[in-house]
């Protein structure tokens, strides 16, 4: 049994929550994940208000256990899916890609627990005054769309500018990096792209094929100039993509080039031109596993990696 703020407070096994990537967390992928004791999460995406109600459905026709919906802020159908998030009383929300200060109250008068991702310190204060239960601290080793400082000089600062509990997340994808989190002052962990190397995720195998054959470079960030900064494998679409910003293209063309590219990769196995988003911990992913191993692998290797800090105090036999 593990005992942190963040198990008490989302009422888990385990206090590590499964990253809210579009296209990628379906119901199935969610559902394995909070029946092996995690919280499994939905994520919404750019997808409108109605395949939320059915993901929900159908996500609690496969399990009873807690779980969460992720809202993508930038989404042009929010405000629908915070509406359909009240409405179905989801237990726990997470929020990317912006500020979800406007909506905290609301969630709050319905006992929805709020838990904001959060890529700097000023943020993470500025959602403890909203009065969030949580907040994810996501390092830029993270996939999809991220901030610009490092999870190992994040978490230590975050934990000490907020109260509430703070989860880690980026790069973390097995008992190192979970006990590294801890070490850094966190009570959970966040984790995405080891879960999509799982039996459960519904993603096309090219995809799963593409992370597991990565290297520690292979993720790199693109669009840095458009002001959405997004982690993703390479390949022939990030090659499209510098071209065309090397060539001066505007915002506007270049997110044009991206539209719907992450549907392609994970939906129909483009992974040639398609939006492969993943983390810097696709390196470290080797194999494909059920949510349930991924989790009890995790936690289950601390022991030797707690006896290894006690070489900090001298070793095993120095009291
Ligand atoms: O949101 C994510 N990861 C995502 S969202 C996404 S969809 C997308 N596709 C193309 C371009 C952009 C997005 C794919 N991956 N992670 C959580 C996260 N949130 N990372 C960074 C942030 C963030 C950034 C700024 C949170 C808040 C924020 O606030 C700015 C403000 O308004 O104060």
């Known amino acids: 049994m593990v005992n942190t703020r963040v198990t008490k407070l989302l009422d888990i096994e385990y206090p590590i929550i499964q990253g809210g990537m579009a296209w990628v ?85 319905l006992g929805i627990k709020v838990i904001p991702v959060v890529p700097t310190v000023s943020l993470a204060q500025r ?21 610009e400082l490092t999870t190992m000089s994040l978490i230590p600062q975050i934990s000490d500018a907020v109260e509430i509990p703070v989860i880690a997340a980026g790069g973390i994808g097995d008992s190192r990096g979970l006990v590294a989190a801890f070490a850094l002052g966190a009570e959970g962990v966040q984790v995405g792209t080891r879960f999509v190397c799982s039996t459960e995720a519904k993603v096309h195998d090219n995809y799963k094929d593409e992370i597991i054959k990565a290297k520690d470079r292979d993720a790199i960030v693109t669009g840095r100039s458009t002001g959405h900064p997004v982690r993703v494998l390479r390949n022939k679409l990030t090659r499209q993509y510098a071209e065309l910003e090397k060539s001066g293209a505007g915002p506007e063309e270049l997110e044009s080039l991206g539209a719907g590219k992450l549907r392609l990769a994970v939906v129909d196995g ?50």
Request: glycine letters at 12%.
């Open 25 to 109: 967390a379906t119901h199935e992928l969610a559902a394995a994940v909070s029946e092996a004791g995690g919280l499994g999460i939905i994520a919404s995406g750019n997808a409108p208000g109605e395949y939320l109600r059915e993901e929900i459905k159908k996500l609690r026709e496969k399990t009873d256990k807690p779980f969460g919906v992720n809202i993508m802020l930038m989404s042009p159908y929010a405000e629908d899916i915070v509406d359909i998030v009240c409405d179905e009383r989801v237990p726990v929300v997470t929020t990317g890609a912006g500020n979800p200060g406007k909506y905290i109250d609301r969630f709050k008068k």
């Open 127 to 147: 959602m403890e005054k909203y009065g969030v239960d949580a907040v994810i601290a996501e390092g830029t080793e993270a996939g999809g769309h991220v901030g």
């Open 270 to 319: 483009d992974v040639d031109y398609g939006s492969v988003m993943c983390g810097q911990i696709a390196g470290l992913v080797n194999d494909i596993k059920s949510c349930k191993e991924i989790i009890e692998d995790m936690f289950n290797g601390t022991e030797y990696l707690i006896n290894q800090l006690s070489l900090l105090k001298g070793g095993e036999d120095n009291e």
